[in-house]
Nanobody, 128 residues
Framework: EVQLVESGGGLVQTGGSLRLSCAAS??????????IGWFRQAPGKEREGLSY????????YSKDLVKGRFTISVDNAKNTVYLQMNSLKPEDTAVYYC???????????????????WGQGTQVTVSS
């Protein structure tokens, strides 16, 4: 059974940093073909995609709204995907989710509707 568990959220001041973790079980980064994405959802807003990674070539991509501030990375030994978030702003306040689709043999997967597995989310609050 595939499970994703996010952690690392919390309260931070404007300009601060956080690193979110997404620990995966039920599949292994070394052996399986997957796509993983980080998403967030603020109150009253739709869930939006931020950063993505594909096992095919280890390709990563971040959307313009977070490019240069957020970085997605993977640690195969820990079966964990990270989202390093720097220069945080109050508008980054949201619940952050990681999601996975597998098997996945293509490149980056941006559409949230195509992801099969979701974590429970972790709250990030940025104070002004």
């Amino acid at each position: 059974e595939v499970q994703l568990v996010e952690s690392g959220g919390g309260l931070v001041q404007t300009g601060g940093s956080l690193r979110l973790s997404c620990a995966a079980s039920g599949f292994t980064f070394d052996d399986d073909d997957y796509a993983i994405g980080w998403f967030r959802q603020a109150p009253g807003k739709e869930r939006e995609g931020l950063s993505y990674i594909s096992s095919s070539g280890g390709t990563t991509y971040s959307k313009d709204l977070v490019k240069g501030r957020f970085t997605i990375s993977v640690d195969n030994a820990k079966n964990t995907v990270y989202l390093q978030m720097n220069s945080l702003k109050p508008e980054d306040t949201a619940v952050y989710y990681c999601a996975a689709r597998l098997p996945h043999f293509g490149g980056i997967l941006a559409a949230k509707e195509l992801y099969d597995f979701w974590g429970q989310g972790t709250q990030v609050t940025v104070s002004s």
